[in-house]
């Protein structure tokens, strides 16, 4: 198909391109055993000096280990108020004990113990993210029911730590609107290793970690309050975060950033160029070329595709 193309549909939306219709990957090899854990804490255990922390050590883990903070509003122990909860979620390609002596070492402030792990193996791991019990049977699995779930998602990228008292002003506002959540998942490690045009995925080194803003509900007359709610939380962050862009990550698509009629070539472009320099920072004026030379038609679109060049 050649290097650009390959390029572009390797991060950039193969949907914006054509049809895949098979492709090769290359397995990597992991540890027999594995150890994950999830622990929470509140503002009430030291919560905003762990979130402190983790901001600071979290990126500069060993490769091995995965720290995600999930961030939520929850009653507090007096049930008239809330507070907020901060789970840490992790993954350590490798045992307990040795997992223990990097977070004694690196960051004893999140307090974690031998009963919080659970060792397990790499493929049951897949239950434990899914936040399926680790030893399901597979007849539990096959009766699981889905139900029907909507949501709203949006990203940014955080560059430089978030003071105290930054963090505190984030509590206060989770608070007031009750129902968004965060997400922080840490970059650095081999990401950072990569140069930002390998791929058309540029937020690589330099990125501190990642924010996924989510709400979901099961009640459609709930949609507007709650769509409007995780807007205004990702208003409220806009000190703490990436600037001119304001990055945003392609896997979380939020239309909010722009969207693409495709009515005439001058028009798609620009209103393209809205969200792709978000999405794909420089890496986007490549993706367009590559697009106009394949499909110059712009018969691959969606409202989020990448434009032909006019």
Known sequence: MGEDLYWAINGGGGGSYGVVLAYKINLVEVPENVTVFRISRTLEQNATDIIHRWQQVAPKLPDELFIRTVIDVVNGTVS????????????????????????NRRFPELGLVRSDCT???????????????????ETLLLQRN????????????????????????????????????????????????????????????????????GANWRDETLTDRYMELTRKLYQFMTPFVSKN??????????????????????????????????????????????????DSGNFFRNEQSIPVLP
């Open 146 to 213: 889905q139900p029907v779930n909507y949501l709203k998602r949006k990203s940014d990228y955080v560059r430089e730590p978030i003071s105290r008292t930054g963090l505190e002003s984030i509590w206060k506002k989770m608070i007031e609107l009750e129902i968004p959540t965060m997400a922080f998942n840490p970059y650095g490690g081999e990401m950072g290793r990569i140069s930002s045009t390998v791929t058309p995925f540029p937020y690589r080194a330099g990125n501190l970690w990642k924010i996924q803003y």
């Open 245 to 294: 862009p304001r990055q945003s990550f392609f896997n979380y698509r939020d239309v909010d950033l722009g969207i693409n009629s495709h009515n005439g070539k001058i028009s798609s472009y620009v209103e393209g160029k809205r969200y792709g320099k978000k999405y794909f920072a420089g890496n986007f004026e490549r993706l367009v070329k590559i697009k106009t030379r394949v």
């Open 119 to 137: 060792e397990t193996s790499w493929i049951q791991s897949v239950l434990f993210w899914t936040n399926i019990q680790v030893g399901s049977s």
């Open 80 to 103: 008239s108020q809330k507070t907020v909860r901060t789970t840490f979620i992790a993954m350590f390609l490798g045992d307990t004990t040795t997992l223990l002596s990097i977070l």
